[in-house]
């Protein structure tokens, strides 16, 4: 039997613990330096580069000749950098980890049998209340609350590892038991533990320069810091990282199931996942659409930021000139998804662009964005092209219909499968209880129940035509073999 005792100074902790879950994660993104010198600034700018995954929470942990040291801020209305420029001055270490988090605070700095460690992770926990209770008969006493009402998905996953002799069959064991999907970062005095999560539907790679190692969700951010790419660790795959060397710890799974919506939705554009570029995948993707395409538009755009790429690969193809007829005003907006409550992020989505009325007037415009998941801002974004004189608006989604709500990554962002507007059509149709068999129907691009899917879908976001991009032409997009890639909110097979 091990305690564990959580070293935490966070706002908003109470010390009252009931049965909760862990809240849903919508990403977030981590970074890890192992130095021979002093690794805070790469540190800083490693996990600056990851602001785009997470909207909530960013915060670094480092280990030095002091010991340990932490700062955790909120970043909901400031970017990471204004927030950590006074704690990048005065921290002081030669490993370290840091984060961007949608939700948890973290990095977490843990004190236990195993001793005293560093811990963020990425991912979701699906069985949260079997693990919590297991955990409480074995002995642990409690566990803090968030303002939320939530535990904290890190702190449990600490917890789990802490149930073990060693750190390493800690994580073996976390990632065994979790439903879901979990890549943690461990940080202790003697080096930096890695663990791609067990499926690998999320990345780490790995990159190296004189005298030190780094470790990132996303691969580009350590380019302009001096680093090489080394290579990405495989799922399951546990490492040590140090400034000499990365070790393999536990050889990475034969099996794999990387989340496709890295390319389409998530990624940035310079970052590579398995050897693919999103940049890449997306202008892959947009020509698969101009290929099965018939109708003839004027323009082909892309909705800011992730469906411009998409239509950059379309209009290549077709040969249809590309244009911008509205622009994003980005100096002081947020991302859309930022706020917590729909209604603000519709406004703010509607708000930040900017139509240019010479590219709208009198002309048939094709759309590409990157999903349709509730469908309330594309249907604004297309009244909002009518209003300002377009003849024609053609939406291409660059992905099939979303019909589940993702168990690994939560991408469609709702708290219910009835949230998608994919779903709501089906239900309105064959009513709330439908079969895995009906919905394999739906998903068929070839099948009149999908027409018939689609153009309720277009019927009520107004759009002149609609086709969504087909999975066999996405999965040819990216590349990998189609049993390597996760597809599950869209055909429900894991």
């Not at 005095?189 to 791609?196: D, E, F, N, Q």
Request: proline fraction near 4%; charge should be negative; glycine fraction near 8%.
């Amino acid at each position: 039997m091990y305690l564990c005792f959580f070293l935490n100074d966070i706002n908003g902790f109470n010390a009252d613990i009931t049965f909760t879950t862990v809240r849903r994660l919508e990403m977030g993104g981590f970074f890890a330096v192992a130095s021979n010198e002093d690794c805070v600034f790469d540190l800083f700018f490693g996990t600056d580069y990851h602001s785009h995954l997470g909207t909530r929470r960013g915060g670094m942990a480092v280990y030095g000749k002091k010991g340990f040291d932490r700062a955790i801020h909120n970043i909901e209305n400031s970017p990471f950098r204004t927030k950590f420029e006074k704690d990048v001055n005065e921290m002081e270490g030669y490993l370290g980890i840091g984060c961007i988090s949608d939700y948890e605070p973290q990095p977490l700095i843990v004190r236990s049998h195993h001793g005293t460690f560093a811990i963020t992770t990425v991912g979701k926990i699906n069985n949260t209340e079997k693990i919590v209770k297991d955990i409480f008969n074995a002995g642990n006493t409690h566990f803090l609350e968030m303002s939320g009402g939530d535990i904290n998905a890190t702190e449990l996953v600490a917890a789990m590892i802490n149930q073990r002799e060693n750190i390493v069959e800690g994580i073996k064991f976390a990632q065994e038991e979790i439903d879901g999907s979990m890549s943690i970062m461990i940080l202790t005095p003697k080096g930096i533990y890695l663990a791609r999560d067990r499926m690998g539907r999320t990345p780490i790679a790995v990159g190296k320069k004189d005298g030190a190692y780094c470790a990132a969700f996303e691969s580009f951010a350590y380019l302009n810091l001096g680093y090489t790419d080394l290579r990405e660790l495989g799922p399951g795959e546990i490492v040590v990282m140090t400034p000499e060397a990365v070790t393999t710890l536990v050889d990475p799974g034969k099996e794999m199931k990387i989340c496709a919506f890295l390319w389409v939705y998530y990624g940035y554009p310079s970052s590579s996942y398995e050897g693919l570029s999103v940049e890449k995948m997306r202008y892959n993707c947009g020509a698969l659409l101009a290929r099965r395409d018939n109708v003839k538009p004027d323009i082909v755009a892309g909705v800011p930021d992730s469906g411009i790429a998409h239509a950059i690969g379309y209009a290549n193809e077709s040969g249809i000139p590309y244009s911008r007829p509205f622009i994003k005003y980005t100096p002081t907006w947020p991302r859309s998804f930022m706020p917590t409550m729909q209604s603000r992020r519709n406004l703010i989505a509607k708000m930040k662009l900017i139509p240019v009325h010479d590219l709208i007037k009198d002309k048939s415009l094709l759309l590409i964005d990157d999903s349709i998941v509730r469908g309330t801002q594309l249907r604004e974004t297309t009244e909002f092209l009518y209003k300002s004189g377009a003849k024609e608006v053609h939406i291409r989604p660059a992905c099939p219909p979303l019909l589940y709500g993702c168990k690994f990554l939560n991408f469609s962002r709702s708290n219910s499968e009835m949230d998608l507007i994919a779903r709501r059509v089906i239900a309105a149709k064959e009513g709330d209880n439908v079969s895995k068999e009906l919905l394999d129907e739906y998903a068929d691009p070839n099948s009149e129940k999908y027409d018939s899917m689609l153009e309720e879908i277009r019927k009520q976001l107004n759009f002149t035509s609609l086709r969504f991009h087909r999975l066999d032409d996405l999965i040819e997009a990216i590349g990998l073999d189609a049993d390597k890639i996760c597809t599950y909110c869209w055909d429900g097979k894991e």
